[in-house]
């Protein structure tokens, strides 16, 4: 079946550094791909949706200048989280999907802001 | 997007089947049935998706009610490594920018 790699799975940082998420499409081209958040006993939030080559458009309230979404090619999208803080903590989740076919997620990564 | 109503917790005995309903009364003809299921902390992963005919495939099976307004999906021999929280998402099938929107879903608990 599809596969969505995330990298890293987790990530610990100090307060102000900035944190890159990468997120790839291993055996399919995604023309579209997705970014979500999920706090602890919540369900996952949309953040984003990008397509290849054109800028992402975010859901309400999330700031376009705080989380930087990249989708330079049809099998990778990356997600910067710029001068994290602690209230960005949270499980970041991606997926991907090629026209008319269901999306597909990755593994999410823990992101842990001291 | 037609909103879906689940059951919040459902418990099920280990190899027996677990049947777990979703009530989509305001679905509207282009959209499709899609069932997703998140182990701890893990991502979303992908189960099966209908139209209106009953879908079956090495998961699962989804059955869907005549007039779409609900649907089961059906774990024919549920194991240990099934307890997931399981989501019905309702969404049109076609187009680029058909993202996925999660509500609170149906955590499963399947029992030895």
Redo the contacts between chains.
């Keep these: ?2 596969v ?1 790699s ?1 990298h890293p799975s987790r990530v610990i940082c100090k307060s102000g550094t900035s944190v890159k998420i990468e997120c790839r499409s291993l055996d399919f081209q995604a ?2 791909m ?1 970014w ?1 958040r999920q706090f602890p006993k919540q ?4 953040m984003a ?1 990008s ?1 290849e080559g054109s800028k992402a ?1 975010y859901e309400q309230g999330v700031e376009k200048d705080k989380f930087l979404i990249n989708h330079a090619s049809l099998t990778l999208s990356t997600l910067t989280v710029t001068s994290a803080h602690p209230e960005d903590s949270s ?1 970041y ?1 991606c ?1 991907a ?1 090629t ?2 076919q ?7 990564t ?1 992101l842990s802001i001291l | 997007d037609a909103k879906t109503t689940q059951p919040p917790s459902m418990d099920c005995a280990e190899g027996r089947a677990a049947n777990l309903p979703c009530n989509h009364s305001t679905i509207s003809g282009n959209e499709y049935v ?1 069932w ?1 299921r ?1 182990i701890h ?6 189960i099966i ?1 209908g139209l209106k005919n009953n879908e079956t495939n090495e998961m699962a099976s989804l059955i869907i009610t005549e007039d779409r307004k609900s649907s089961t999906l059906i774990l024919p021999h549920a194991t240990l490594r099934d307890t997931a929280v399981y ?1 019905c998402i309702v969404r049109v ?13 149906t955590r499963l608990t399947v029992k030895p």
């Design positions: 079946g599809a969505v995330q023309t579209t997705f979500y369900s996952l939030m949309l949706t397509n458009t499980f989740i997926s999907r026209f008319n269901p999306q597909h997620f990755g593994d999410g823990r | 899609y997703y998140q902390s893990q991502g979303p992963q992908y998706h989501y099938g076609a187009g680029n920018n058909n993202d996925m929107r999660f509500g609170a879903g």
